[in-house]
């Protein structure tokens, strides 16, 4: 081969050189497979804006600059972003809020009571705290809402992955979908890499300035500048924008919820990125700002670095800010956090995150819990709390389609809490049973029950159940009537099955196995041969072919029915379900007749009688009779030879008489002789 043909593999050889990209041909590949270690990776985090708020600002249909707060019995769980502008937030107290905003409008959260069917929206809920639970049931609603409607704006699977993070907030991974936007948009990626190989770097962009629209960009580190072109991670993330804003417009324009969005190469920095600039904005991080983005933070603010961690952290090196915390050696990191927290410590600062983006949207478990001020005293009282956790807890059931069978709980649970002690009850749901309202109140009430013979129940300060191991229903399983048919349709199968025609042959028998080897070999040529003339003749458990000798005394061999007779016919066609016309009185054995019998008397072929087995047989048929004989003979006396020679080896080997030993003995050791000066004793 030419040299010159040797890079005729691909059509990009063929073209000027251009400028080549930093990413490879390899790093598009894996943007097709959404792959976590892909620098290309694009993933955005959408978070609605005060949720709770909101969701009571499109219920009421309050236009969107009154200040609203959403309360739970005398506080504070969610402030819109109007009432927020007068210094509200979630630790004050009502009355101060009302004083700092005026126009404030209070919306209690939908509540439960004993005996209403589904959660209500109450004004003097907060007065009657005692005897009325919490739900979020209207929020679940919306969420849900949302949640199918930014799964339908995107495309379908594969393309789409989509993780529900919470109730306001999902994880996008729009890798797959940027890659095919990609290819349609710059037709130089579509096709094989130079020289097939895919190190090979990709071409530059053609693009040397990008619009961002309305997106807040997180300016760049202090080595980049904006007049430096754009590469393909910057136009991954350029498209990711879009479609992102497409979705949240959608959202809004449908459903009437604002959301915020943050675009970046992992879960992370998305997450940080939708907090950034709120409300109804999203904020980009290229991958050339991420230092710049990430010094500006205080670690606590990370997910996974908020807690007990993060602490941690702080009281190790005395910090709380990204800023500091890079400049700490990795050695360093990891001899105060150990290896493996130190080594995740030094890349999460620095923006590395290869977490996956979880499609996995169903949930693992409900609960209805109620905290009591006062304390409750008495059986009754926590069984109508029961009532109301049951009803809370089946009507989220019914809408994650427990009804339809599509996901049903396994167990039922019952957290109690008296004084500090907690208790837990568990109990199996019965997976025979169709879910009910009723099935679950009498479990929960079994549990508390328990709960009360072990003793000290009173006063409980907390009441809590839940309902967990959903597992996907079962679906296309029928009963056993599904199996049955009546009517018409049975008078149809019966009268197909009357008619049913045999050709003068008898319906298929089971017959055993023949072994091959010996004379076996010649009775089943004999039976074959022989099959259209002597069909009656049956098989012995030697699996040759028996004649049927007619001598009471001699039972049928074992496991082998005996020769059907006129008499059993009625029997057999009631088991066997044939009709009377093939009934057995016309399959009487030719053997089976006797001379001078009526049967003989109306023979119109010549027979002769054997007199080893008194049967009346075709002299047709006399030799190849005869030759049966023999057979049967030869296989008896191989039969008695091998019973013979087992026999004789037994014998010539006889066993050597048992000898007993002590524990511990070694073998061999039996009885030994008293020396001199000892003798015998005797025992028992």
Request: with cysteine; hydrophobic share 35%.
């Amino acid at each position: 081969m030419s040299f010159s043909q040797s890079f005729t593999s691909s059509p990009l050889s063929l073209t000027p050189q251009r400028r080549k990209s930093k990413f490879t041909f390899k790093h598009l590949s894996q943007l097709a497979a959404s792959s976590t270690a892909c620098p290309l990776r694009v993933i955005a985090h959408i978070d609605l804006d005060a949720f709770y708020a909101q969701c009571e600002m499109v219920r009421l249909g309050l236009p969107e600059d009154q200040p609203l707060a959403v309360q739970q019995w005398q506080g504070l769980i969610a402030i819109n972003y109007p009432a927020r502008k007068f210094g509200l937030n979630r630790h004050i107290t009502i009355t101060e809020a009302q004083k700092l905003c005026p126009k404030l409008i209070c919306q209690h959260v939908a509540t439960w009571k004993e005996g209403d069917e589904k959660w209500a929206y109450n004004e003097d809920a907060f007065k009657e705290m005692a005897t009325r639970k919490v739900s979020l049931d209207p929020y679940r609603t919306e969420s849900r809402k949302i949640l199918a409607l930014v799964k339908e704006t995107l495309p379908a699977v594969p393309l789409q992955k989509v993780e529900k993070a919470s109730i306001d907030e999902v994880f996008v991974d729009l890798s797959a979908q940027i890659h095919s936007i990609l290819l349609k948009r710059y037709p130089e990626l579509d096709g094989p890499p130079p020289y097939d190989d895919p190190t090979e770097n990709l071409p530059r962009p053609s693009n040397t300035a990008l619009n961002w629209d309305t997106d807040a960009l997180v300016d760049l580190d202090a080595s980049e500048t904006e007049d430096d072109d754009p590469d393909w991670d910057d136009i991954t993330m350029l498209i990711g924008s879009e479609i992102v804003r497409s979705v949240r417009l959608a959202v809004r324009e449908k459903l009437k919820y604002t959301c915020s969005a943050g675009v970046a190469k992992n879960k992370m920095l998305a997450k940080l990125g939708s907090g950034h600039k709120k409300p109804n904005a999203q904020t980009i991080i290229r991958n050339r700002a991420v230092q710049q983005f990430m010094s500006g933070f205080k670690f606590t603010k990370i997910r996974n670095l908020g807690g007990k961690l993060g602490d941690q952290v702080v009281a190790a090196f005395n910090t709380d800010t990204v800023q500091e915390l890079l400049e700490v050696p990795l050695e360093q990191l990891k001899k105060r956090m150990g290896d493996d927290t130190g080594g995740w410590l030094y890349n999460v600062i620095r923006g590395e995150d290869y977490s996956e983006v979880n499609p996995r949207t169903e949930i693992k478990s409900m609960l209805s819990a109620k905290s009591f001020r006062p304390t409750i005293n008495e059986f009754e009282v926590g069984v109508r709390w029961l009532r109301i956790f049951v009803a809370d807890i089946f009507s989220r059931l019914v809408e994650e389609g427990v009804l339809e069978n599509k996901r049903r709980p396994k167990t039922i649970n019952l957290h109690h809490r008296q004084g500090m002690q907690t208790r837990s009850k568990q109990a199996p749901i019965p997976q025979g049973k169709a879910m009910s309202e009723e099935m679950l109140f009498e479990l929960s009430k079994t549990l508390l029950a328990q709960v009360v013979v072990d003793g000290k129940a009173w006063p409980c300060a907390n009441l809590s159940l839940s309902v967990g191991g959903f597992e996907d229903g079962i679906t296309g399983n029928k009963g056993i009537g599904g199996f049955l048919v009546r009517g018409e349709e049975a008078k149809a199968m019966l009268s197909n099955s009357s008619e049913v025609d045999y050709h003068g042959a008898e319906p298929p028998e089971k017959r055993r196995k023949i072994d091959d080897g010996g004379s076996n070999k010649f009775l089943l040529a004999r039976e074959e041969s022989s099959r259209g003339d002597s069909e009656q003749e049956f098989v012995g458990d030697l699996g040759v072919i028996e004649p049927h000798v007619d001598d009471p005394s001699i039972p049928p061999p074992s496991g082998q029915r005996s020769p059907p007779t006129v008499d059993d016919s009625e029997n057999v066609a009631a088991a066997t379900g044939l009709p009377r016309s093939l009934g057995i009185e016309e399959v009487t054995p030719l053997h089976s007749a006797k001379p001078n019998t009526t049967l003989l008397d109306q023979q119109s072929i010549e027979t002769y009688l054997c007199k080893r087995c008194d049967a009346h047989v075709p002299v047709t048929e006399q030799s190849e009779h005869e030759d049966y004989h023999f057979a049967k003979d030869l296989q008896n006396e191989d039969r008695n030879s091998s019973t013979a020679l087992r026999a004789t080896q037994s014998t010539a080997r006889p066993a050597p008489p048992r000898r007993g030993r002590g524990r511990g003995r070694p073998p061999g050791s039996g009885m030994v002789r008293a020396e001199k000066g000892q003798k015998r004793l005797a025992f028992g």
